[in-house]
Every structure is written in structure tokens, then in C-alpha cells.
């Protein structure tokens, strides 16, 4: 299921890579953002803070960070989309505004189509303190003027999806 949902990511403009290991992945994560600011959002405390040496933009700088980082609950193999669950809109501006978003996510969730993700949906959308959920399928694209097709102008112009497939 993996290497479907990397065709249908890759089909849609996102850039695939794959790990063995969450350290493999967050190696290459380094090597993405290095010198770059950097906003991340539904980070788990283990990748935080395998990733605390890096330059995080502030709260309120969110805006000028050039990579948002985030965490993947599932992807979809058909659509090679990623499931994010977000509790806050700061979350959600750190996966939106940078021109860049790195998702990590696991190849165990990974599930093959959006009805295999109903459960977790339902469990996300009842939860106290209410979630943001937000399902990305490649980097953001709109032909809204002109039918003209542009990229990164309502999110990030590239996507980076860091499958973990070990661990």
C-alpha cells in the first residue's frame, strides 16, 4: 500500500521520500530545513524533540517561516493524501502559510481509501476541545483567475512526505 499512495502523491506534485527509520527520516528533515525557519504543528514530544536544534519562528511570526513540519494521524493510498489533526489555529497556520510542508507520517496508517478512515474521523471530530482536521493531497494548487493553474498560492507550493516504515 505504501508504494500506491507514493504513485498518487507523486501524481499529484508532492515529493515522496522513504525510511527505514524515524531517525533516517528526521536526518533527511534536517537536511531540508537547514538554515531555513521553521513553524511545526502536531508534532508528537519524541519528533519535537529530535528536532529542537532547529530555528522555530515564533508564534506571532508564523507567517515569515519558510518550512511547517508536521505529523501525518493516516495517509490515504488512493489519493496519496495525509490526514492532520490539528487542536489549534496556530497548528494550523504552521502547516499553511510556510512555502513549504514537510508531513512525517507512518506507513501503518496508512489505509486505502477515505471510507477505511471513517472510525478515526469520528473519533477526531467528537474529541473534548475540538480538532481541526485537514486532509492535503499534494501542494496547494487553484485555477481560480483565468483558469490558469498556479501553485502555493492559498498554501505551500511544495510538499515533502516522509514515509516511516519501520520502527
Known amino acids: 500500500m505504501v508504494g500506491q499512495f507514493a504513485t498518487a502523491a507523486e501524481a499529484v506534485g508532492a515529493t515522496v521520500k522513504r525510511f527505514t527509520t ?11 530545513v537547514s538554515g531555513r525557519s521553521v513553524a511545526a504543528s502536531s508534532l508528537p514530544d519524541s519528533v519535537h524533540s529530535l528536532i ?6 515564533s508564534r506571532n511570526m508564523l507567517d515569515q517561516a519558510e518550512v511547517g513540519i508536521s505529523f501525518a494521524q493516516a495517509g490515504i493510498a488512493a489519493t496519496g493524501s495525509v490526514l ?22 507512518r506507513a501503518s496508517t496508512i489505509v486505502p481509501n477515505l471510507a477505511a478512515l471513517r472510525d ?10 475540538g480538532r481541526y482536521l485537514s486532509l492535503i493531497t499534494g501542494p496547494s494548487r ?5 483558469r490558469v493553474l498556479t501553485i502555493g498560492v492559498h498554501g505551500p507550493k511544495e510538499l515533502y512526505l516522509l514515509i516511516i516504515e519501520g520502527e
Open 84 to 105: 492532520l489533526e490539528l487542536s489549534a489555529p496556530t497548528e494550523r497556520s504552521a502547516t499553511a502559510l510556510p512555502p513549504v510542508h514537510v508531513v512525517l507520517l
Open 22 to 32: 524515524l531517525s533516517e527520516a528526521i536526518t533527511s528533515l534536517r537536511e531540508l
Open 120 to 129: 478515526t474521523l469520528q473519533a477526531a471530530l467528537s474529541a473534548n476541545g
Open 52 to 57: 529542537a536544534p532547529l530555528h522555530f519562528a
Open 142 to 146: 487553484t485555477a481560480d483567475i483565468e
